[in-house]
Nanobody, 116 residues
Framework: QVQLVESGGGLVQAGGSLRLSCAASGRAISGAAMGWYRRAPGKQRALVASISSGGQTNYADSVKGRFTIARDNAKNTVYLQMNSLKSEETAVYYC??????????WGQGTQVTVTS
């Protein structure tokens, strides 16, 4: 069983930055691919960024060059640094751990609100 807890969301002006954290407990996540997703109002949840167990990263086209995903396996934590935020990026941001013993785990989400 893995528990994921996101933090770092909040209210920020357009052009500002936030750093989200996803702290895992219950199992080490070093062997799992991890992802950040977001669900904007009225839209489906969508992938923002992912990082493999080996550190390979992947980003949605809309965030390339502005967002950075990273992991600290010693802290069992994954981060999402978000720069130059846009108002349309207001959403609930979720952390996901892929295929931990065949199970995908999700956090409860953290709200990011970007004001214009």
């Amino acid at each position: 069983q893995v528990q994921l807890v996101e933090s770092g969301g909040g209210l920020v002006q357009a052009g500002g930055s936030l750093r989200l954290s996803c702290a895992a407990s219950g199992r080490a996540i070093s062997g799992a691919a991890m992802g950040w997703y977001r669900r904007a109002p009225g839209k489906q949840r969508a992938l923002v960024a992912s990082i493999s167990s080996g550190g390979q990263t992947n980003y949605a086209d809309s965030v390339k060059g502005r967002f950075t995903i990273a992991r600290d396996n010693a802290k069992n934590t994954v981060y999402l640094q978000m720069n130059s935020l846009k108002s349309e990026e207001t959403a609930v941001y979720y952390c996901k751990a892929d295929n931990v013993d065949g199970i995908n785990y999700w956090g409860q989400g953290t709200q990011v609100t970007v004001t214009s």
